[in-house]
Every structure is written in C-alpha cells, then in structure tokens.
T-cell receptor
Framework: KAGVTQTPRYLIKTRGQQVTLSCSPI?????VSWYQQTPGQGLQFLFE???????NKGNFPGRFSGRQFSNSRSEMNVSTLELGDSALYLC?????????????FGQGTRLTVV | KNEVEQSPQNLTAQEGEFITINCSYS?????LHWLQQHPGGGIVSLFM???GKKKHGRLIATINIQEKHSSLHITASHPRDSAVYIC????????????FGQGTRLTINP
C-alpha cells in the first residue's frame, strides 16, 4: 500500500504570493490532518478534514485554508505569504480520524518564503 | 507551560546503551503517540498508547494514565536510532487534534 504522498517536496515563494500544497492519503483513509513545523514553535495543528468536511481547526489566521476532495486527497492554501510562514508542512492520514486512530505522516513540504 | 513536556531535550549516548525518553502531559487524553523524525522531515509513527505498555523490536513504550506520564525506551541502541523523538497526545477536549511535545534529539555514537 502506498504511503501518504505530499507534493511538492520543496517550494520557494516570495512574500505576498500564495501557495497550494497537496496531500494524497493512504488508500481508504478518510481523515487528513495538516501540521506546521517550525524551529521556534515545533509542530502545530492546522486543521483536519474528514469526508470533505473540516472537523477541527487550529489557531492559525484565515490566510491558511484547506479542502478535501471526494477521493480524500487534500490541499492546503496559504495566501499573502509572510516570512514567518517558512516551515515544514506535514499531513497525516488515518482511516477514520478521531481519538483512537493512528496517524500516518507524509514526508512533508518544505516551504521557504523569501 | 506547554501541555506536553519532554525530557531530555537532547541526548547523546554510545551504541548499545539503554535509552529512556520521558513525556509528561497536563490534560486528559484519549491516546498518546510516539513519533520518530529523521533529518529531511518525514515522521514515522512508532506507537499509539492509551494504557499499559507496547513493544516493537527494540522499542518499548509505557504509559501511566494516573501520573500523566509516558516513557519511550530503546534497548541496545544503534546509530541508526539517531533521530528526533516526539511525544504527542490527543486531548479529550479536541479529539481530532494532536498536541506535540518539543521533541528529544537523540544521537547514538558508534
């Protein structure tokens, strides 16, 4: 079974631009969660999608958004990029999500904003 | 104070040593995860615990729900175990959200 696939792996953008990151979950998994990892803040939860609906959202500004498609693939979008958005963005999939679901992580997308 | 605290933050040991990484949390949880992150960023889920103890190869994870504490042990450590180990909990109040510790950077020297 293929693992969680994130594309692209690396990205360089300029301040003010927008960016879209993609996450393809493990086949059959319906829950996709997104996380931001920075040296200063560590790993932080962005949002979680299940069956095309956002179930939970972390404490990030509205510039961060996401969606999930009917095939469970998910995208996250960051608009009006700031230097502080430079981070490793990780997604994780699980069969159903929720409290007792194991999370399977992708390799991440490393975003650099210049 | 962070909801999840790990110790130590950095740990260097010689090959073959027994390693213990600790995780304490301050909230009610439904599950605790131990994750491994190698340079390059990818994260591997090692264990998910809600009680007791789990073992996989040379790795052992334990959790004490009453004391709000978990430990990850590595027996017969090897340089390939060098990585960042992260503890994460699922808060009872926000079941879909993982809250992470700051990670423990482990270096095993040959």
């Amino acid at each position: 079974k293929a693992g969680v696939t994130q594309t692209p792996r690396y990205l360089i953008k300029t301040r003010g631009q927008q960016v879209t990151l993609s996450c393809s979950p493990i086949s059959g998994h319906r829950s996709v969660s997104w996380y931001q990892q920075t040296p200063g803040q560590g790993l932080q939860f962005l949002f979680e999608y299940f069956s095309e609906t956002q179930r939970n959202k972390g404490n990030f500004p509205g510039r961060f958004s996401g969606r999930q498609f009917s095939n469970s693939r998910s995208e996250m979008n960051v608009s009006t990029l700031e230097l502080g958005d430079s981070a490793l963005y990780l997604c994780a999939s699980s069969p159903l999500g929720g409290e007792r679901s194991e999370a399977f992580f992708g390799q991440g997308t490393r975003l650099t904003v210049v | 104070k962070n909801e999840v605290e790990q110790s130590p933050q950095n740990l260097t040991a010689q090959e073959g040593e027994f390693i213990t990484i600790n995780c304490s949390y301050s909230v009610g949880i439904s599950a605790l995860h131990w994750l491994q992150q190698h340079p390059g960023g990818g994260i591997v889920s090692l264990f998910m615990l809600s009680s007791g103890k789990k073992k996989h190869g040379r790795l052992i994870a334990t959790i004490n729900i009453q004391e709000k504490h978990s430990s990850l042990h590595i027996t017969a450590s090897h340089p390939r175990d060098s990585a960042v180990y992260i503890c994460a909990v699922r808060n009872l109040q926000g079941a879909q959200k993982l809250v992470f510790g700051q990670g423990t950077r482990l270096t095993i020297n040959p």
